[in-house]
């Protein structure tokens, strides 16, 4: 997650393995998942499990104020590309990351913060899904 100065808004660059998003999210649907870059179905299938594990949490709301820019396949990940329109730095926030904690036990989610030159970061695991934003 990187804050764009001149754009006045958040990157957010996700990585997943593709193996490991199509075996949870087949799990958690039910059914067989495959993503098919460019092929709408698959990629409203990606967005809705993404939406559901990565957010913000105000109180007990857990929101996603986030745009979905789109995927991109490379090699064996799949880039998950978001943006939030807001000239907010968003120290006090609290991020929900629980991508793939479903499926697997060991999962451990790295997200890297930078704003403004400050740069932290977070691991999310299964005991450790939200975690408030600090400098």
Known sequence: MTYNAKDQGWEISIRLFQDDLEQTVSSVSGKKFRL???DE??????EGYVRKHFGFRVGKQFSTPYRWLGTELQQDAIWVYLEIPTTADLVGSYLENSLLLDEFEDQTNLVSWSFQGSKKSYLFRKSQEIQQLSR
């Open 36 to 38: 098919i870059p460019g």
């Open 41 to 46: 179905a698959s990629e409203k299938g990606l």
